[in-house]
């Protein structure tokens, strides 16, 4: 949206998409990571998200460093970041089912199908133990959507968007 935008308003709602995208997709990766991933390497594993969208935002800004002195740089820009997003949408089809998602809907076996696939069947036992153990405490710390623009949760999504929102409106 943003590079075919004749005004202002569209570039920012190209942004703000973008943006939004950018924000929720790292959580997202981590968290289907730390679901599929073994007890002991959980952590480290679902740090590699972080890390490595800290080191894909480092190329961006070097690819985009010529932006100000050439012109119409940023199609280049734009191209270039096509690649690891056709990429993700052409890999994620082969991404097994989270387990933790599928023993939630009561899809048991399933569940134990995809941990023997992702961690070798010497582990399932353990895995399939630990994640029953972890779900009977699961309904207790959900919150709710609606919840986090009232009452305590209100305060922390306050300072988390607050310095966003001034980047994307300077003026």
């Known amino acids: 949206m943003s590079p075919t935008s004749d ?16 924000g929720v997709s790292p959580p997202i990766a981590a968290l289907y990571i ?14 590699f998200t972080q890390i490595a969208t800290c080191l894909g935002l480092i190329c961006f800004f070097f690819i985009g460093i010529p932006a100000k002195d050439v012109t119409r740089w940023w199609w280049v820009c734009f191209w270039v970041s096509t690649v690891p997003a056709a990429l993700l949408a ?30 070798g069947s010497l582990h399932v036992k353990s895995a399939m133990a630990e994640l029953s153990k972890s779900d009977r405490g699961d309904e207790v710390d959900g919150v709710k959507l609606l919840e986090l623009f009232y009452g305590c949760h209100f305060k922390g999504v306050c300072v988390y968007i607050s310095p966003y929102s001034l980047y994307l409106f300077p003026n």
Not at 10 to 20: K, N, Q, T, Y
Not at 90 to 119: I, N, V
């Open 7 to 22: 005004d202002l308003g569209g570039m920012h709602i190209g942004r703000f998409l973008v943006g939004s995208a950018m």
């Open 34 to 47: 730390i679901e599929s991933s073994p007890a002991f390497v959980r952590g480290t594993y679902g740090s």
């Open 90 to 119: 052409l890999l994620m089809e082969f991404c097994a089912e989270s387990p933790h998602w599928l023993f939630k809907r009561g899809r048991s076996a399933e569940a134990e199908a995809k941990f023997a696939k992702l961690l």
